[in-house]
């Protein structure tokens, strides 16, 4: 089920049924009884309110068909939680693992979101100038999961203690995404642009996908294998 509440009578009709709202985004200027009311119920429920433009709202609803929305909210994934939260409540959770280039962090982060993750883990030494190149990339994504910047492997043994199963892509892998499950608590792992997952990770990994490749070079780009699973793995938890 999708995760975004889109106009004003949807985001109303969410709030007054209880569902587990945990931003919302207004189109800023946006005036009518309607907004007025969203906002009164945020500030009484303490959810988080974002004011964007109207190009935001455009590119970010579900649907344009009936115009440029005046609101939406998102439901289910709460962008603030910790990873003890994350872990606790389960799901599935991306590991970037040595990742090197903002601009294809920032895409794989849009992916993630996009295809329902509950989480994005980088481990990429960025400084503070690469790290915000990687927001813009995901378009601004990150502002809607949660976005954890720490050790791939003290991540992946942690998420073992709770039970999740770890599923590296890599070369060295003998399964094709669709012969995995992907269902229940798990990480997916994709390596860096030139050294791939590191050794430690794949040895603590349950399972290890191959990425099927039959043209001359012999890799893709890195949010390319990451999409690839990320719809395979949509498919089947859905």
């Not at 969203?38 to 935001?56: F, H, M, P, Q, R």
Request: aromatic share 6%; net charge negative.
């Amino acid at each position: 089920m999708s995760m975004q509440r889109c106009g004003e009578d949807e985001v109303l009709t969410s709030i007054e049924e209880g569902e587990d709202i945990n931003l919302i985004l207004i189109k800023r200027d946006a005036q009518s009884p309607q907004i007025s009311k969203i906002l009164n119920y945020a500030e009484e429920l303490t959810i988080k309110v974002i004011y964007g433009s109207e190009n935001d709202l455009w590119r970010m609803s579900r649907s344009n068909s009936d115009g440029i929305p005046d609101a939406l909210c998102l439901v289910g994934r709460n962008p603030e939680s910790s990873m003890v939260e994350i872990l606790s409540k389960g799901g599935l959770i991306w590991l970037l693992a040595g990742a090197s280039y903002p601009v294809n962090i920032g895409f794989c982060i849009r992916t993630a979101e996009v295809s329902g993750a509950d989480a994005v883990i980088i481990d990429a030494e960025l400084n503070n100038q690469e790290r915000s190149a990687a927001k813009r990339a995901s378009m601004k994504s990150h502002r809607f999961l949660p976005v954890f910047w720490t050790s791939g492997i003290e991540s992946i043994l942690m998420a073992k203690n709770y039970g999740f199963r770890i599923i590296s892509i890599e070369d060295v892998g003998d399964s094709a995404p669709w012969d995995i499950d992907m269902t229940g608590n798990i990480v997916l792992v994709v390596g860096g642009e030139r050294d791939g997952i590191p050794k430690q990770i794949l040895e603590h990994s349950d399972e290890i996908i191959r990425i099927p490749m039959s043209g001359f070079v012999p890799s893709f780009n890195l949010q390319a294998p990451l999409s690839y699973v990320a719809i395979e793995a949509q498919r089947q938890r859905s």
